[in-house]
């Protein structure tokens, strides 16, 4: 499988994006698509993740409310919507891909991942 994120952008505060991330090769039962993201000189944060199959979605508590993790299947296309932008929502986001993660718990941690895809910058301002 390969990810291919897209959909960053710079916006002002209170604006919304939506990112996508398109996957492309195998598909895996027991897969699921996590969203990251990461600025300089910091570690790479949990935002969202989403199953393959099912309704399972996690968010990061700073963004629950305001970001929607979805997905196309028919398309393999994964979605992050991103409302209500604040400055600290900047970042270089990433997909990544997870499999046989066992709980919704373990995909906050980025080392359940083992594909990754590119970054797509973000930028918030006032």
């Known amino acids: 499988v390969q990810l291919q994120a897209s959909g960053g952008g710079s916006v002002q505060a209170g604006d919304s994006l939506r990112l996508s991330c398109a996957a492309s090769?195998?598909?895996?039962?027991?897969?699921?698509i996590g969203w990251f993201r990461q600025v300089p000189g910091k570690e790479r944060e949990f935002v969202a993740a989403?199953?393959?199959?099912?309704?399972?979605?996690k968010y990061a508590d700073s963004v629950k409310g305001r970001f929607t993790a979805s997905r196309d299947s028919a398309k393999s296309t994964f979605y992050l919507q991103m409302n209500g932008l604040v400055l600290e929502d900047t970042g270089v986001y990433y997909c990544?891909?997870?499999?046989?993660?066992?709980?919704?718990?373990?995909?906050?941690?980025?080392?359940?991942?083992?594909?990754w895809g590119q970054g797509t910058q973000v930028t918030v301002s006032s």
């Open positions: 990544a891909e997870a499999v046989d993660f066992g709980s919704m718990t373990n995909l906050l941690r980025s080392t359940k991942y083992f594909l």
């Open positions: 090769g195998r598909v895996y039962n027991n897969a699921a």
């Open positions: 989403i199953r393959w199959h099912g309704e399972s979605v």
